[in-house]
């Protein structure tokens, strides 16, 4: 029973970082018998260039096939070589929703290793163990009508649509709820349901379904903006926190920028469990394609190795494989290695390289 | 040409900190001349229970005719006593689109004095001085169709719309860019254009009115997950920041408490300049109602303090009296006056009457 995995470095300090966690994915297979198969493939520019498509036919057919996709980083449409509609029709939001990946899991850490680059206090961060899970095919992301139009006046009018269906929300919080079960048993929703329609149905189906089949966790309810305020005040106070995509995008780059380990989150999309049981799932760090850094080598690669160690634990069901490696990054961060993103002026910087050595090592 | 304010109170601790700032405004009114007549209104519970309205006529024609309106709090939907409808009838929410109330500016400043009580490291808030402007009247706030409907296969689905104008965006940049002149020159604006129509249009329509009319202002853009980062990692790099309703909302709220001075912060919205060259506003402190510690005489009254000195630059044109009043408030600070909320453990707490006190006397 061969796990298929995708590698798909991708653009930026994609490719850097991918290559240090496909060391560690390799030592997996190697030296504890992780039963999976490898399959590298382009994505972006450089395809692009090749083929005229940023996701050439080869790649969608490995990302197709795989169980689970290790991705590195995407320039984006910033990205000026490549046309926006290009972009568009190879983006990385057309994959979460052709494998509808509908549950998009950001564990919040704080390394008190990091402590030093961390924005918030010490004493703020110590203990942060959390994890947001932002719905990620849907919302006012993908919502209709969208678009552009000219009124009788001659303005200009933008519209986009938020919505959420009742299967839409009991879907991400019913893996929200699970994932609590596994942990503190605390699930945070959060929304606008003093203002918007669209959450006041959201926050009804998570109470419902709560009620239903979850009365064991605890449920509680925040309006977005306090949750922003919270998760710099007091982030300790959470467990897992489940939110629609707009908000989630917002809430977990400043939680993980708060935490002072950007470089260093992983994440993990999950579609929907299919009937042998398998789940797709797509692995990468939180972090984008820098490319004010790219092709120097200077990379922290620990977003994408931490992403490897959620995929060991939620695609390859190997709990103690995944231990063993995010202990291992501890072990390596405790040693003082360190990346030049995390390091104090004056201390020694570790290339990428040299990090996926003390990883490996560790 | 006297300067008429509606002083309305609210609820919770919107009463006790009003007082305070009510009293300030004697104080300017008395010793330094400034042109006002005061008119003092209720808001909420009690009037609710009295007439049956939470905003009474009574109240609503001392705001409708005042040029500057002085804003407790109010408990919002949350309040039990009062039921949604009744609730609905007289909201803030009402009230800002009915003042047409665009430009809503909240000044986020860090003050040495409170390092110590704010989550941020202090070498990272260290000079922390700028203002987010959020759109206050637009947006998905008050987009239609919005609503609750019932598809044919059962589920329910909620649905909001996200809209923007050319002449509601160019409002509030405008308010932005002229901000900024009066400052160190510089506006960042936030969207989230890689993703949604109303954001491009919002990007496209700022740049537009910069280059027509603003080109001395230097212009940048971030998106908004970005910002969220940039706001805990360096919110030093701001001046003046405008954003659309919703986006404001979170960001603000976030930058509030993480500069530690969420009870110390004012915010001021402002209408529309009409052909006498009046503009109308309303002023508020940044904090609620908070209904935990209403009737305890422990709040801090700074923020709406604060509120006042923003209506003595904006509305009465008196920066100098601004200036003194700010001055006084920082001279309090130093001396070590502080609320509960500010105040070290271990040391003097200073009741809401007793924080006003130390105002006037500085
Ligand atoms: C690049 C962008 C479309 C994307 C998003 O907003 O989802 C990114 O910010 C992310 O969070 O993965
Ligand atoms: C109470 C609520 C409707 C309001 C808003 O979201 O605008 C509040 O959060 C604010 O920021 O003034």
Chains 1, 2 share one sequence.
Not at 251 to 261: Q, T
Request: aromatic content about 6%; glycine content about 8%.
């Amino acid at each position: 029973n061969m796990i298929k995995v995708a590698v798909v470095g991708g653009e930026g300090i994609g490719p850097e970082v991918t290559a240090q966690s496909r060391r560690v994915l390799d030592w997996f297979a190697a030296k504890r018998g992780a039963p999976m198969t490898l399959r590298e493939a382009q994505y972006g520019l450089i395809p692009y260039l090749a083929t005229g498509k940023v996701l050439p036919e080869d790649t969608a057919e490995a990302m197709d096939e795989a169980d689970a996709i290790l991705w590195g980083a995407t320039g984006g449409p910033e990205t000026k070589e490549v046309p926006a509609a290009a972009r568009k029709a190879g983006s990385l939001l057309g994959l979460r929703s052709k494998y509808d990946l509908y549950a998009n899991l950001r564990p919040i850490m704080a390394s008190p290793a990091l402590a030093a680059s961390a924005p918030l206090k010490a004493e703020v961060l110590d203990g942060v163990d959390f994890v947001i899970i932002r719905e990620l095919t849907s919302g006012i992301y993908f919502g209709e009508p969208r678009g552009i139009e000219t009124l009788p006046d001659g303005q200009r009018r933008g519209f986009n649509t938020e919505q959420y269906t009742t299967n839409q929300i009991r879907r991400v919080a019913r893996s929200a709820f699970e994932l609590a079960r596994t942990r503190r048993g605390k699930v945070c929703s959060v929304d606008k349901a003093n203002v918007l329609e669209t959450s006041v149905v959201w926050r009804e189906e998570v109470i419902a379904l709560h009620r239903d089949e979850f009365s064991d966790v605890e449920l509680t309810h925040l309006y977005v903006d306090n949750a922003a305020m919270q998760i710099v005040r007091e982030p300790r106070q959470f467990d897992v926190m489940v939110t629609g995509n707009i908000f989630g995008d917002i809430l977990s780059d400043c939680a993980a920028m708060a935490s002072g380990s950007l470089g260093m989150l992983p994440s993990a999309s999950l579609g929907p469990v299919d009937r042998y049981g398998r789940r797709k799932a797509l692995y990468e760090p939180v972090h984008g394609s820098a490319p004010d850094i790219a092709g120097r080598g200077i990379a922290n690669p620990l977003g994408s190795i931490l992403s490897v160690a959620m995929m060991l634990r939620l695609t390859l069901n190997r709990p103690d494989d995944a231990d063993l490696l995010e202990k291992a990054v501890q072990t390596a961060l405790a040693s003082g290695a360190r990346t030049a993103d995390i390091a104090e002026a004056g201390t020694k910087k570790l290339s990428t390289v040299e990090m996926g050595d003390a990883v490996l090592s560790a």
